[in-house]
């Protein structure tokens, strides 16, 4: 448990980091773009936060992780989806339907609201076991959920998802499986890392990787292809340099990324608001990326919240 002294650190770091915001990287956004139209073949990604992503073409769209609950840090043992915000937020984002809403682990702030949002519009839960677990807790029907093994893929209309064995960052929080269903409320703890996917998102002969956590198994995206890559960067600043090093080398370059767009960076424990709001270490992250980005020739963009955006512009 941490210290109040902590505790208060904390958030007058997140606190300072809030005023510098994002106004020195407006020029590395992704440009807004309209919503994909049916039968344009085009694509749109909005980013809402953390690592919840929404993929669209106009016939279809699928989420990662689909969390909008903000729960404050001192809030953690008694946590619980926020219905309210959740359907706020899928109207803002101008969601109605999803053929599926895929946790990329089973952490709170990856799969506390995904059972709800299946829920809400219609979506398939696809990810593994304890993200299942989480689902069967508040009743969503076996029918609804499909559990995945490292390897395999499954389509969405013109998406095909692959689900890759990934690793967490290291940081040794709620690790293992979910093993029986979780209801809620429940402690934040309670939601299990289970198993960690680098998601591989194919459509229309182009690729995207989606990497929740800054964590990867060496090895494993071998003779993988990607386009773009959408980076869990959260506490990978703090980490050393050869882990960092290893990260860059495992997850962008091994897939032929001309593109990274940083996710995972905003502070979650606060209101989403007109957010997202950078936490202390996105800066220090950003840093590592450009230079990474600039010495190997891949582009670093950052996305847009709340707005669609086109993830190969300029490719
Ligand atoms: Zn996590």
């Given at each position: 448990m941490k210290s109040i002294a902590t505790l208060l650190l904390g958030m007058l770091a997140a606190g300072a980091c809030a005023a510098?915001?994002?106004?020195?990287?407006?020029?590395?956004?992704?440009?807004?773009?309209?919503?994909?139209?049916?039968g344009k073949k085009n694509l749109t990604v909005m980013f809402t936060g953390v690592a919840t992503l929404l993929f669209d073409d106009g016939e279809t769209a699928i989420m990662t992780d689909g969390f909008?609950?903000?729960?404050?840090?001192?809030?953690?043992?008694?946590?619980?989806?926020?219905?309210?915000?959740?359907?706020?937020?899928?109207?803002?984002?101008?969601?109605?339907?999803?053929?599926?809403?895929?946790?990329?682990?089973?952490?709170?702030?990856?799969?506390?609201?995904?059972?709800?949002?299946?829920?809400?519009?219609?979506?398939?839960?696809?990810?593994?076991?304890?993200?299942?677990?989480?689902?069967?807790?508040?009743?969503?029907?076996?029918?609804?959920?499909?559990?995945?093994?490292?390897?395999?893929?499954?389509?969405?209309?013109?998406?095909?998802v692959t689900f890759l064995n990934s690793s967490h960052l290291p940081t040794g929080y709620a690790t293992g499986p979910i093993t029986g269903p979780l209801t809620v409320p429940n402690s934040a703890s309670e939601f299990r890392e289970g198993d960690c996917y680098s998601l591989l998102i194919e459509h229309e002969g182009r690729s995207i990787l989606v990497q929740g956590s800054a964590g990867f198994v060496p090895g494993a995206l071998n003779g993988r292809k990607a386009d773009v890559v959408?980076?869990?960067?959260?506490?990978?600043?703090?980490?050393?340099?050869?882990?960092?090093?290893?990260?860059?080398?495992e997850i962008v370059r091994s897939v032929g990324a001309k593109r990274v767009v940083p996710i995972h960076w905003d502070n979650f424990f606060i209101p989403l608001g007109d957010g997202p709001v950078p936490n202390s270490d996105f800066y220090r992250s950003m840093e590592f990326l450009q230079a990474r980005g600039k010495a190997d020739g891949v582009d670093i963009r950052l996305p847009p919240a709340w707005k669609p955006a086109d993830p190969y512009s300029g490719l």
């Open positions: 510098a915001g994002l106004d020195d990287y407006k020029e590395q956004m992704l440009p807004v773009v309209a919503k994909a139209e049916a909008f609950t903000r729960i404050p840090q001192n809030a953690l043992r008694s946590i619980r989806p926020d219905r309210d915000a959740i359907a706020r937020s899928l109207q803002r984002a101008g969601v109605k339907t999803l053929a599926a809403v895929i946790p990329v682990h089973s952490h709170f702030d990856h799969a506390l609201d995904s059972p709800i949002v299946a829920q809400e519009t219609g979506a398939l839960l696809v990810g593994s076991s304890s993200t299942a677990n989480i689902g069967k807790g508040y009743r969503l029907p076996d029918a609804r959920m499909r559990v995945l093994n490292f390897g395999e893929s499954v389509a969405f209309g013109r998406f095909k959408y980076l869990g960067i959260g506490g990978m600043g703090a980490r050393g340099e050869p882990y960092r090093d290893a990260y860059w080398q």
